[in-house]
């Protein structure tokens, strides 16, 4: 197969993502694949089992200090997603972007994005806009949390 | 808490919010130290003092021994003990795209609501200086956030991560059986660096040959011919009680201050930079310094070890 990956600039640190699921749905191929498509971007991964709560979502992003949190969603899952976001707030976690892929109806895009998701990939979309969409909100996500510790 | 003072900085604010227990300032100082940052020599400094009073355990062991499983259970027997954990769990990064999968905490998921317990993973490669310097600085992060212990989880499978294993105050290797021969597990140099020997999975079939083979290593060795050989199934949490209690045997029988503890972990860091230092010096080519010291071991006029003295003389 022929290896076409983007060109994606990483610092020598590169991106941290978390990848999970929230809600009942378990079908889980799709954040795998977008897990590894990230990970071979030379980004670093981190996944979860499926069924995640919320609180633990919040835990994970923290403890992790991630810069992206990719969140999968094919049965209406995203439904949750304001709740998460309003969390993430809560926590102090205001500067890390959050995205989301799978089936999402165009009203319910409009409903997540006016909730502070950073963008919903839907089915279709190739490998690369992916990675060089979390790249972008890594990096974004980073400068804006560096100003919070003067350096 | 005291007042902030008139002149205080932001990493001495930070730092006082670590102290207080604040998980996002934790998270911060563990990604400032790991990175390396500008900020990080204040905050190593300001940081100083605290350090030195937590227990280092390490895990190492071949992928699939289940060491995150064991960690998790293990962080189960030390809160029951009311004490906090903090865990550093290193996972390779690929060498090509320098990308990592960082899954162990999946396993480690008993704990994500209780603010005893902080894990953080980190990737092997991607470290300039050092992954060990780094895990280093981040066990100072952790001990200076107050917790009782701090478990390192790495796979025994590279050099860089049993260096890494080498840091903890107390070593446990795992095995489990059907991983590959026995003799492999006696190769690999990582039963002279153990504390503590792990037959992980006992409750599957072959458990008791690994067990035997292990314990039959361990009579042969002539370094650590009494060092413990332990049975435990981490998914019931069969065995784990009593490998922490085997811990705090160990450390009990231990002279150590806190200034010993971080000193070894110097010794570790500076035994290694020399090393890397060797190491560069002699693979630069070409070098004729070089080329005369490798004439003179092969002429026998020099064995190695005096050549390595002369080398370290002139670096």
């Not at chain 2, 911060?28 to 280092?56: D, K, M």
């Not at chain 2, 010993?260 to 290694?272: D, I, K, S």
């Not at chain 2, 230092?277 to 070890?305: F, N, Q, W, Y």
Request: net charge negative; charged share 25%; aromatic share 2%.
């Amino acid at each position: 197969m022929e290896r076409n990956m983007s060109e994606v600039q990483l610092s020598s640190f590169p991106p941290r993502v978390l990848v999970t699921k929230i809600g009942f749905d378990g079908h889980d191929r799709g954040s795998r694949i977008v897990a590894s498509f990230l990970r071979d971007a030379g980004m670093e991964v981190i996944e979860t089992a499926p069924w995640q709560e919320i609180s633990q979502v919040v835990r994970l992003a923290l403890e992790e200090d991630v810069d992206v949190v990719g969140v999968s969603s094919l049965s209406a899952d995203h439904l949750l997603m304001p709740k998460l976001m309003a969390a993430l707030q809560e926590a102090g976690l205001s500067h890390v972007k959050v995205v989301v892929g799978g089936i999402v109806p165009d009203d319910d895009e409009v409903m997540l994005l006016n909730a502070g998701v950073a963008q919903v990939f839907h089915p279709g979309v190739g490998r690369d806009e992916i990675v060089e969409g979390v790249a972008a909100f890594a990096a974004q996500a980073r400068e804006q949390r560096n100003g919070e510790l003067v350096t | 808490m005291r007042e902030p003072e008139a002149d205080s900085t932001p990493q001495s604010a930070l730092i006082e919010r670590v102290r207080a227990g604040e998980l996002a300032a934790v998270a911060r100082l563990l990604t400032e130290l790991e990175r390396l940052s500008p900020a990080a020599p204040q905050l190593l400094a300001e940081i100083a003092p605290f350090l030195g009073r937590a227990q280092v355990v390490g895990f190492t062991g071949p992928p699939g021994a289940g060491k995150s499983t064991l960690v998790n259970a293990y962080i189960k027997a030390l809160r029951a003990e009311g004490k906090t954990v903090g865990v550093l769990a290193v996972d390779p990064s690929s060498p090509v795209s320098g990308g990592a999968l960082l899954g162990d905490r999946i396993r480690m998921n008993d704990h994500t609501d209780d603010d005893g317990v902080f894990i953080r993973s980190l990737a092997s490669r991607g470290h300039v200086g050092g992954l060990t310097p780094a895990a280093v600085r981040m066990i100072d992060a952790f001990d200076a956030a107050g917790k009782d212990v701090i478990i390192l989880e790495t796979v025994g499978a590279g050099q860089s991560e049993i260096d890494v294993a080498e840091v903890a105050d107390i070593r446990i290797v795992l095995n489990a059986p059907g991983l590959g021969d026995d003799i492999q597990a006696m190769k690999s140099g990582i039963l002279d660096i153990a504390d503590i020997l792990v037959v992980n999975k006992a409750d599957l079939d072959g458990a008791e040959k690994t067990f035997r083979h292990l314990l039959s290593a361990v009579h042969l060795s002539s370094i650590k011919a009494d060092t413990p050989v332990m049975k435990t199934v981490a998914t019931t949490g069969e065995g784990v009680v009593e490998l922490a209690q085997q811990v705090l045997g160990i450390a009990a029988s231990r002279s150590e201050t806190p200034k010993t503890r971080r000193r070894n972990r110097a010794r570790r860091l500076l035994a290694w930079a020399a090393a890397d230092m060797i190491e560069r010096r002699v693979s630069k080519r070409p070098d004729a310094g070089i080329d005369a010291v490798c004439d003179d071991i092969l002429s026998g006029r020099m064995t190695p070890d005096e050549a390595a003295i002369e080398l370290l003389k002139s670096s």
